[in-house]
């Protein structure tokens, strides 16, 4: 499915293309042009094109009996926009190929409008997809943005300081607390089933100072290794200093929280803290700075010197 | 994984990243910018932006013991850019979602290196992509393209020619034969596991008068039923005019027979066939016109009128 008139064309018969008709109903204004082999849109003038692919599959990424239907469909779009928010770019839109078991057959008007409250989270449109028979749900997800001026992970230079937004280790906590049996906070598991992708905070960022940005999706403390090597600095952070969510008693658990769409930014100049968390109603921290050490990162606990906090691998486990 | 400086950045740790560092190695000059949050890439000025998502999943488009891991890679890219030919795009880049089950880690090479082979078909390019442990393998490509004046589905009017590239029922045929135990002819299975998009011709056809098209995804058959609907208009077509693969004798088999990736084009002035045979080694054949009859599609062998022949739908089998 895709393309071009505003709303669908009309689609062919056929099971699939019933499927696809279903959840077009539900993204309703949402769903520009899908009905053609491929999207049209318009990229602003000046501006470059930005393009991300995230996947959500399940067993791998999530659990079905963790979340609710709309949630998965909402976290999995989220998770890929935070790609978007990483560059600083203004969203153009997505596209999604959905896998769907023939037992969620049901299930689909959920998924359809997790991700149309995903797209609504950040003012964006869905503009293709398809849709596929599978053993498990799946989705993955593809963001397009544009952007003038985009952050990157390699644009961090030593003396800059390191800031973060928001707070960490809810994911983490979630996720250990159903695989030990338990249940997680509400607010644990808001972060987890909810998170949202910081791009209005990116765009506003980028306008005050900064110029290099990763997302957290594999841990705080991986990502600042993946910033440092990208940039070919060192990094030199306190995690004394990270602010936790509710119940998280552990900076270092908070550092390993993989999949928490928080953004690490670089900045050459000050940035101001107090205006960021009027605006947006979550903390910016300054947790460091770039250092000459090339490549390294230096995570302390106030002045004691600790071991990287062991984030997330899908591959290792 | 993604973009920025030609080559990729420096990756951070982890047995995913070297499943990463492996594809791209195999990819060298072909993966632009991978290693940032996203690809950052600019559209032609003037050109409008295209993009559409195609997911060939094990079980469902193929299955691993009738294709060559690097043929399976071949395909489902190709079959992914084959939607960018139905608009006349020019290709700008593609990113790509595995899901590699552990048992084919060694397969690994192959698997990129059939999608660097897709993307050179086409001189193209990888802006990016992600990779995740799986019990079957999966590929899910987006593409993007540029295009000043796409075709489109909804284009057809009546009186318009419709043209098909190519010859059909060779994919068809050979699922048939795999299915039925038998092995395919050479030429048969060749069309199944290495078919071509039709971007070069799709470009000259769009210079050339086309103003309508669709790729061959569903068949021919349903895909007309498709361009009839799009568009508001009847189809009238003699299937005897078909141009048939190799030891394919049914043309009610081969307007059935999905993937074949070529293209049905329409226009409203007459394409000269013999110079498109001549640049591109393929026929090019009228088969029928779009008439007033709304939506509605006829199918014709030489006088005699005759049911569709049925096309192929994921989820109805």
Redesign the interface.
């Known amino acids: 499915m895709?393309?071009?008139?505003p709303r669908a064309?009309?689609?062919?018969?056929?099971?699939?293309f019933d499927?696809i008709r279903e959840m077009l109903a539900r993204w309703d204004h949402r769903a520009v042009g899908v009905?053609?082999?491929?999207?049209?849109?318009?990229?602003p003038?000046g501006d470059?094109?930005?393009?991300?692919?995230?996947?959500a599959?399940e067993g791998?990424?999530f659990n079905r009996d963790w979340l609710a239907t709309r949630e998965i469909s909402y976290r999995a779009v989220t998770a890929a926009l935070s790609?978007?928010a990483?560059?600083a770019?203004h969203p153009?839109?997505i596209?999604?190929?959905v896998?769907l078991p023939q037992a969620m057959r049901d299930a689909l008007t959920d998924l359809a409008d997790g991700i149309a409250d995903a797209v609504d989270a950040v003012g964006t449109r869905i503009?293709?997809?398809?849709i596929?028979?599978?053993?498990?749900l799946?989705l993955?997800t593809?963001?397009?943005?544009s952007?003038f001026a985009?952050l990157?992970?390699?644009a961090l230079q030593p003396g800059h300081t390191l800031y973060i937004t928001g707070r960490f280790g809810g994911p983490g906590a979630a996720v250990a607390a159903w695989t030990g049996g338990r249940t997680p906070t509400p607010e644990q598991r808001e972060r987890f089933a909810r998170p949202i992708a910081r791009i209005r905070e990116a765009l506003w960022l980028a306008e005050n100072g900064a110029t290099a940005?990763?997302?957290v999706s594999?841990g705080l403390a991986?990502?600042l290794?993946?910033l440092a090597?990208?940039s070919?600095v060192g990094i030199d952070v306190d995690l004394k200093l990270l602010p936790l969510t509710g119940g998280v008693l552990d900076p270092l658990a908070a550092a390993a929280s993989g999949e928490e769409y928080e953004l690490v930014i670089g900045s050459p100049v000050p940035v101001d803290a107090r205006e960021f968390e009027r605006r947006f109603g979550i903390p910016l921290t300054g947790i460091g700075r770039a250092t000459s050490t090339n490549?390294e990162v230096h995570f302390r606990l106030g002045t004691e010197r600790v071991a990287k906090p062991e984030g997330y691998?899908?591959?290792?486990r």
């Open positions: 895709t393309h071009h008139a064309t009309s689609l062919g018969p056929g099971a699939e499927l009905g053609d082999d491929a999207a049209i849109l318009d990229v003038r470059r094109l930005v393009a991300s692919v995230d996947s599959l791998q990424h790609d978007l990483a560059m770019a153009l839109g596209l999604v190929a896998e503009l293709g997809g398809n596929t028979a599978s053993d498990r799946g993955t593809t963001v397009l943005g952007a985009p990157t992970r390699s940005a990763i997302d594999d991986a990502d290794e993946h090597r990208a070919g490549g691998d899908h591959f290792s």
